[in-house]
Nanobody, 116 residues
Framework: QVQLVESGGGLVQPGGSLRLSCAPS????????MAWYRQAPGKQRERVAT???????DYADSVKGRFTISRDNAKSTLYLQMNSLKPEDTAVYYC??????????WGQGTQVTVSS
């Protein structure tokens, strides 16, 4: 069973940066839309950023100007560059991808903690 695997989470001080990565554990022909979601304790999962196969991006208002989503179609890999991190960005971040075969894949999540 192929899964998406996230990496790059951790503990960072306010104002710091982290870069998340997401790659499939096996062979996937490719993805159409890919996205990052996050879920903070006691809150619902929310969409952070989306990127189409052609590179069109969309961001939640709370991260605009601070986060950048990108992808490498040849490697079916997704990235999220997070700058100027705030304590309210603390959450488990999940990778999501709609594959060309119509199946939606999720990662297991990676913890991001912003604290001094």
């Amino acid at each position: 069973q192929v899964q998406l695997v996230e990496s790059g989470g951790g503990l960072v001080q306010p104002g710091g940066s982290l870069r998340l990565s997401c790659a499939p554990s096996g062979i996937i022909r490719g993805f159409n839309v890919m996205a990052w979601y996050r879920q903070a304790p006691g809150k619902q999962r929310e969409r952070v950023a989306t990127i189409s196969r052609g590179g069109i991006t969309d961001y939640a208002d709370s991260v605009k100007g601070r986060f950048t989503i990108s992808r490498d179609n040849a490697k079916s890999t997704l990235y999220l560059q997070m700058n100027s991190l705030k304590p309210e960005d603390t959450a488990v971040y999940y990778c999501n991808g709609l594959a060309v075969n119509g199946i939606t894949y999720w990662g297991q999540g990676t913890q991001v903690t912003v604290s001094s």
